[in-house]
Nanobody, 130 residues
Framework: QVQLIESGGGLVQAGGSLRLSCAAS????????MGWFRQAPGKEREFVAA???????????DYVASAKERFTISRDNAKNTVNLQMNSLKPEDTAVYYC????????????????????WGQGTQVTVSS
């Protein structure tokens, strides 16, 4: 079992940047594919980005505006962390951001589904003011 703790959220003005981190417990972090999701008030939890266990494969949401251009997912398996660098933030990016772990190192076709992941963190609030 793996425990996940997110950090790095906060209040930022539109156009600003934040770097979210997710720290994982355990000694086999590289065996877990990881994802970032977010949930705004009154909305479903939505996929943002995912990364394979080795870090060699990354995917970004087609539904988050310019996610691939504005966000970068990365991981450091030596430090058991996965990060989400978010640039050019918009008010619509305001949400609670969650990291999630899948008990496989590869990313299958359902990497965008919240049901695909086995473990979740508690979330970190990101608020973007206009």
């Amino acid at each position: 079992q793996v425990q996940l703790i997110e950090s790095g959220g906060g209040l930022v003005q539109a156009g600003g940047s934040l770097r979210l981190s997710c720290a994982a417990s355990g000694r086999t972090f590289g065996r877990y594919a990881m994802g970032w999701f977010r949930q705004a008030p009154g909305k479903e939890r939505e996929f943002v980005a995912a990364i394979s266990g080795s870090g060699g494969s990354t995917y970004y949401s087609d539904y988050v505006a310019s996610a691939k251009e504005r966000f970068t997912i990365s991981r450091d398996n030596a430090k058991n962390t996965v990060n989400l660098q978010m640039n050019s933030l918009k008010p619509e990016d305001t949400a609670v951001y969650y990291c999630a772990a899948r008990s496989t190192s590869y990313l299958g076709n359902s990497y965008y589904s919240r049901h695909y992941y086995d473990y979740w963190g508690q979330g970190t609030q990101v608020t973007v003011s206009s």
